[in-house]
Nanobody, 118 residues
Framework: QLQLVESGGGLVQFGGSLRLSCAAS????????IGWFRQAPGKEREGVSC????????YYADSVKGRFTISKDNAKNTAYLQMNSLKPEDAAVYYC???????????WGQGTQVTVSS
């Protein structure tokens, strides 16, 4: 059974940094892409970043480009999202999701809360 567990969220000041982790079980990240999404109160869930199964392709939303970095450690079966220069508008619950080929999994993790104080 495919499972994802996010961690690493917390409260950080404006301009600070956090590193989120997405631990996968039940499948190998060698064959799956991972996407990070976020949802702020009253807003729709949006895609933030994605990394391909081979780690050679990455995607970033314009709002986080140059500040966030996505990576994977296939040996640990874990994906990461390094978030620098955080802004209040980055505050949200962050989720990771797996994709095999073009098909996103139905499974979502429980999410991890990121709060940025101004």
């Amino acid at each position: 059974q495919l499972q994802l567990v996010e961690s690493g969220g917390g409260l950080v000041q404006f301009g600070g940094s956090l590193r989120l982790s997405c631990a996968a079980s039940g499948f190998s990240l060698d064959y799956y892409a991972i996407g990070w999404f976020r949802q702020a109160p009253g807003k729709e869930r949006e895609g933030v970043s994605c990394i391909g199964s081979s780690d050679t392709s990455t995607y970033y939303a314009d709002s986080v480009k140059g500040r966030f970095t996505i990576s994977k450690d296939n040996a640990k079966n874990t994906a990461y999202l390094q978030m620098n220069s955080l802004k209040p508008e980055d505050a949200a619950v962050y989720y990771c999701r797996a994709r095999y080929g073009s098909a996103w999994s139905d499974s979502w993790g429980q999410g991890t809360q990121v709060t940025v104080s101004s």
